[in-house]
């Protein structure tokens, strides 16, 4: 019998990456988003928004998922209002499907401000040792994460299915327009550099330079999605997912500057933040766009500094423990290196980059 598949996020890193890797997989693919992709062949879009019951429900009529990946979340100004939407979001989705019965399994995509804090709180107070594993208890502060994992707990528990939550670190991944990707804004920012003479300068502090760190292939995360969907081992667990490698800044950044052909800078000591750095950049991006007749000339449609900027700031070591899916058969590796190349060469590919 052919899985049936309800992406909640399609648009995004996350649900554009999964809604492709199932379909290629043989699932049956439906993507929601309020502007669903409706380019990826086999996937059916619905157009729905989260915090209009009544039209979710419209949206969702007669659709029967077997089951439910949820990877969308919006921000608001402050943790009081993101928990307050992030968490309707959940809640409308999974009360709207309640009556159909068809849901077995709910997957939710966080990822390790679990362990972080919420961005008020970022980095800050006493946080858990590194590597982070998932035993470690929630922080004791407010935290959309924890909001949206309680309602899939209470629908789990009034509806029978079962659930997982994934917890990955930065993501890398093929994904325009999203408001959390580094692969992207690192590969606009080296070709800024390359053809402007810019020095390529990393942007972060000197703990993400010299300290160890790890990152997430959409690609990966996608299929750990679906393993966790599919395994009894993994039901009703949280994990921390990950590429399996980890590295130092200082030796990726020089990987990255390769691939473009250009030198990276020296780091002074103190990284200077890309949205200082990419401030005056638009009209150069515009002027690069044009030369190479490249699909996108507005550089804030293709950038997100801010949380580049976020995650490279960081004024502590990240790295995350992946024992637990490994031990319950989750063995899949990833290069992080590898994982910048092969989107650089999408990017290319659809003339996102020169």
Not at 170 to 191: K, P, R
Not at 326 to 333: E, M, N, Q, S, T
Request: charge should be neutral; aromatic fraction near 10%.
């Amino acid at each position: 019998m052919t899985e049936s598949a309800l992406v909640v996020g399609a648009s995004g890193i996350v649900g554009n990456n999964l809604a492709r890797h199932l379909r290629d997989r043989g699932w049956r693919v439906h993507g929601l988003a309020r502007r669903p992709p409706d380019d990826i062949d086999g996937v059916t879009p619905i157009a729905a928004d989260l915090l209009d019951p009544a039209s979710l429900r419209s949206a969702l009529q007669g659709l029967r998922p077997s089951k439910v990946f949820f990877s969308t979340w919006l921000r608001q100004q402050t943790e009081a209002e993101n928990i307050r939407v992030n968490r309707a979001m959940v809640r409308n989705l999974l009360d709207a499907l309640s009556a159909s019965g068809s849901v077995s399994h709910v997957a939710l995509v966080t990822g390790l401000k679990h362990y972080l804090g919420p961005f008020e709180a970022y980095g800050k107070g006493a946080l858990p040792a590194t590597p982070f594993r998932e035993e470690q208890p929630r922080l004791d502060v407010e935290n959309f994460y924890y909001a949206q994992e309680d309602e899939v707990f209470a629908a789990a528990k009034r509806d029978g299915f079962g659930w997982s939550v994934h917890r990955p670190h930065t993501i890398i991944g093929y994904a325009l327009g999203n408001a959390m990707n580094m692969g992207v804004t690192l590969a606009i920012y080296a070709t800024i550099c390359r053809e402007s003479g810019r020095p390529f300068l990393f942007p972060g502090s000197a703990t993400q330079w010299n300290g160890l760190t790890d990152m997430t292939d959409a690609r990966l995360l996608a299929r750990h999605l679906e393993w966790a969907a599919t395994s009894e081992a993994a039901r009703n667990q949280a994990f921390n997912v990950v590429n399996g490698d980890i590295f130092r800044w200082s030796w990726m950044w020089a990987r990255l500057a390769g691939w473009f052909g250009i030198q990276p800078a020296p780091y002074p000591g103190e990284g200077i933040p890309l949205e200082r750095q990419l401030a005056d950049a638009a009209p150069l991006w515009a002027d690069i766009a044009r030369r190479h007749h490249l699909a996108e000339t507005d550089i804030n449609a293709v950038t997100s500094a801010w949380h580049t900027d976020a995650d490279l700031g960081r004024p502590i070591e990240v790295v995350t423990d992946m024992s637990k899916s490994r031990k319950l058969g989750f063995l899949d590796y990833q290069a992080t290196d590898e994982s910048f190349f092969d989107l650089f060469a999408r990017l290319r590919a659809a003339k996102i980059i020169p």
